[in-house]
């Protein structure tokens, strides 16, 4: 899987993970400086990671696209998250235009974290 570098994905210390066509998965340990007060894994890692894994996803949706924008990300925020996180990215109806993507965010023990919807607009080279 190919993919242009992110910084702030970096910064994060998210690792892409390799994907059957339609999905995607990033990890993250949520330590130090991603943590929020609590030391549970702060709200912006747990986005980012589900921003990232269902772009990704949404990259094998359209041919042609060298990139993609988010439209619109919902959230819910559902456990506090510790430790090594896997996210996961789906697409749920791809379309020239737009994509509809969904994801979720599990600890190491399997625990729902978070779950999300994404909306991602193709980028085309121009």
């Given at each position: ?5 992110i910084p702030f994905m970096e910064h994060c210390g998210i690792t892409l993970v390799e994907a059957p066509e339609g999905r995607a998965w990033t990890v993250a340990e949520a330590e130090g400086p991603l943590t929020n007060s609590r030391g549970f ?86």
């Amino acid at each position: 899987m190919s993919t242009a570098r992110i910084p702030f994905m970096e910064h994060c210390g998210i690792t892409l993970v390799e994907a059957p066509e339609g999905r995607a998965w990033t990890v993250a340990e949520a330590e130090g400086p991603l943590t929020n007060s609590r030391g549970f894994a702060h709200g912006g890692l747990l986005m980012t990671m589900l921003d990232i894994a269902m772009g990704h996803a949404a990259r094998d949706a359209v041919d042609g696209a060298a990139s993609f924008a988010t439209i619109d990300l919902q959230i819910a925020f559902l456990h506090p998250g510790s430790g090594r996180l896997k996210a996961e990215g789906r697409v749920l109806r791809p379309g020239k235009s737009v994509v509809f993507c969904e994801g979720d965010v599990r600890d190491a023990e399997g625990t729902l974290v978070a779950n999300a919807t994404g909306i991602f607009r193709p980028i085309f080279p121009k």
